[in-house]
């Protein structure tokens, strides 16, 4: 068997850009970033219906949280008075930061065995050497033990999931660290190359460790105000605790044609490679090596400055090196809409998806999904929403009693939150999902009920 090697590439990476940046930001404003730290504490008490997502033999439990964290907001404590200020825009500031993090403490009612302790932290941050040359930088943190994993891609919408067939409850950790270096040279035309390190780990014997390490380049270029380019190359090493190592490749290019500052149509061409390790003796898991070609069109167009669109079809084949050739359609849509005190948000995809870094690791999987979410701002200092989802998705060689492993899930459910006092901060969310699938035992209900209260500093 053989275990994901720990490096401490992204500690040694902070260390070095500490010491190159934060002389800068201490003489450019200690104060100011001190003063910006709120901590803060919740309590939090949840109930839930099906703690495992089985069809029979369903726990429930009262689940209750007490969470103590920090943020480093846009927002500045005034030194005299203690009320919250904006700070200046940051197209004026040479360094943002963004910072969320939290430990909690977890006690089930009943389950006590499950008893454990959460992490979770996101950090945004960049810094500009020169009006053209920035760093910037990405880390998600996440100690869980959550039935189905949200999905921790960047710009991933709530309620969004990683695929996953495996039901049950097991503390996982996951960290992903993102630096990049950007340089523009034009005023839309820009440079830049990137660094992943995604590492998971999982408690349950039956799940697989993984880590990834990744590095991008991307390059948009503009001809004209009419005409532009694009292209990003992506290469990934990946280890996994069972399953034969990766090495994988992915090239995307694209030409825009821009009718106007509104309106822009693209034509786009996507290539992957996947290459496996051959397994070692005594290995169970094998994976096959596969290419996926994917051409696309795309439209994107500002109806209003305040309701956005983009859609994009296409094609892909996947041809594996040995087996029979995928191929189906693809189709992305994404709207966003914010009327007066009321955003609406739905992105769809069609296709298919690559499931890799995760407890099952089950590789390439044909795939759909429809994702909505409203907020409004009911009163001045509440607002509420609502959010409902859709996903179908069939496994890669999950042939179960003579069937092709299929699944259909939905999700709908609506929260609120109302801020009593200026440091004090009530929510209560709802929500019900369901499974269906053609394989028998493998369908779930899912009754899900969260009460918190925060106090912030």
């Not at 099906?50 to 943020?71: C, F, H, M, P």
């Not at 389950?111 to 880390?139: H, Q």
Request: contains cysteine; charged residues 20%; aromatic residues 14%.
């Amino acid at each position: 068997m053989k275990k994901t090697k720990q490096i401490g590439w992204n500690t040694c990476f902070i260390i070095a850009i500490c010491i190159v940046i934060l002389p800068n930001i201490v003489r450019a404003d200690l104060k100011e970033i001190l003063l910006s730290f709120q901590p803060y504490i919740t309590l939090q008490e949840e109930y839930n219906s099906n703690l495992d997502l089985t069809a029979t033999n369903r726990k429930e439990d009262y689940i209750t949280s007490i969470y103590v964290g920090l943020k480093l907001t846009p927002l500045l404590k005034a030194a005299v008075t203690g009320e919250l200020q904006k700070v200046p825009t940051t197209l004026d500031r040479k360094y943002g930061i963004d910072l969320n993090f939290n430990a909690g403490f977890q006690f089930y009612n009943k389950e006590t065995d499950n008893n454990y302790i959460s992490l979770n932290g996101e950090l945004n941050g960049w810094y500009s050497f020169t009006p053209n040359l920035a760093f910037r930088v990405r880390e998600y943190l996440n100690r869980s033990d959550e039935a189905r994993e949200t999905d921790y891609a960047a710009g991933s919408l709530p309620n969004q999931y990683l695929l996953a067939t495996q039901r049950g409850r097991e503390v996982y950790f996951r960290n992903v660290f993102e630096p990049s270096l950007e340089y523009r040279f034009g005023r839309e035309n820009l440079i830049s190359g990137g660094y992943r390190n995604n590492l998971y780990k999982n408690q349950s014997r039956t799940s697989e460790d993984s880590m990834e390490n990744a590095i991008n380049t991307r390059l948009i270029y503009w001809f004209n105000v009419r005409n532009g380019v694009s292209f990003e190359y992506d290469f990934t090493l990946g280890n996994f605790e069972d399953s034969p190592n990766e090495v994988g490749h992915t090239a995307t290019g694209r030409y825009t044609y821009r009718f106007n500052p509104r309106t822009s149509i693209f034509g786009e061409y996507t290539q992957e490679w996947r290459n496996f390790d051959k397994p070692s003796f005594g290995e169970i898991r094998s994976s096959i090596d596969y290419m996926v070609y994917r051409p696309s069109i795309g439209i994107e167009h500002a109806f209003s400055p305040t309701f956005s669109g983009m859609a994009q079809f296409g094609y892909y084949w996947q041809t594996p090196e040995k087996g029979p050739t995928n191929d189906g359609p693809v189709l992305e849509v994404s709207l966003s809409k914010r009327a007066g005190k009321t955003t609406y948000t739905v992105s769809s995809e069609v296709g298919y998806t690559e499931d890799y870094y995760t407890s099952e690791n089950l590789g390439f999987t044909e795939y759909a999904r429809v994702i909505g979410v409203i907020s409004h701002q009911l009163l001045q200092r509440m607002t509420i929403g609502l959010f409902g989802s859709y996903e179908w998705a069939k496994y890669p060689g999950g042939v179960i009693e003579n069937k092709t492993s299929k699944d259909q899930i939905w999700e709908i459910g609506g929260n609120s939150t109302y801020q009593i006092l200026k440091w004090l901060t009530v929510s209560l969310d709802g929500s019900y999902r369901e499974n269906r699938s053609n394989i028998e035992n493998s369908d779930y209900s899912e009754y899900r009920g969260i009460f918190r209260i925060t106090a912030t500093y």
